[in-house]
């Protein structure tokens, strides 16, 4: 291994020490906790070395937040691989997307609520956010003709749902009809008219 990549490795685990030590304060006390002065003092780093990785805190959280990113896609990929028919795909990608944000609240803000300089719906979209938009995507397409459209408004409405559960405005027992009812409107969604982004996949955004 020559110097350059030594170098390089050792960097990329300084970088995933911070990572990790940034949701593990989250997750137990908030993410108000989470400030370049507390990281250096959990992992025993000065602060000038946690700047020559991250900028300030939103790029840690941003760093959290492409993590997440990694796993939900995993998440909704599994709950999809498990399924015969697509109705079937939806509802267990739904049930793993709510259960995700629920299970993991912190990492969630990250990903979603916390101001971070990740992109959405755009050219240079990370591609971690692009591969959950697409797992997401890839149980709606059988349903529709305007895909992003539909995986959009799908999306919308499992985080509006996550939301609220999670701030407790809305009744956990209520959790199977409340994702029956966006199931059945995404197969409704079949018999609408085509969009004007037609058939493709293409233009579907992360």
């Not at 700047?51 to 939900?72: K, L, M, P, Q, T």
């Not at 101001?115 to 971690?128: D, H, K, S």
């Not at 919308?156 to 027992?173: D, K, N, T, V, Y």
């Not at 959790?175 to 579907?204: D, K, M, W």
């Amino acid at each position: 291994m020559g110097i350059a990549e030594r170098k390089g490795r050792g960097r990329a685990e300084r970088e995933q020490r911070i990572v990790a030590a940034a949701r593990v304060i989250a997750e137990r006390e908030g993410w108000d906790a989470v400030t370049v002065r507390r990281l250096a003092e959990e992992i025993e780093y000065s602060q000038p070395v946690l700047y020559s990785h991250f900028e300030n805190r939103d790029a840690i959280v941003a760093a959290v937040a492409v993590e997440g990113f990694r796993e939900i896609t995993v998440a909704l990929r599994e709950a999809a691989s498990g399924s015969t028919r697509g109705r079937n795909a939806l509802k267990n990608v739904a049930i793993a997307y709510l259960a995700f944000a629920l299970r993991h609240p912190a990492l969630y803000e990250a990903m979603f609520i916390l101001p971070t300089n990740l992109r959405f719906a755009e050219a240079g979209t990370r591609p971690e956010l692009r591969a959950g938009f697409e797992a997401l995507a890839a149980v709606v397409t059988p349903f529709c003709v305007d895909v992003a459209v539909v995986t959009e408004t799908f999306w919308a409405a499992l985080h509006g749902l996550a939301e609220l559960e999670r701030s407790g405005r809305i009744r956990p027992s209520a959790r199977g009809e409340r994702i029956a009812l966006v199931v059945r409107a995404i197969v409704a969604s079949r018999n609408s008219s085509p969009g004007r982004f037609g058939a493709s996949t293409s233009n579907a955004r992360s």
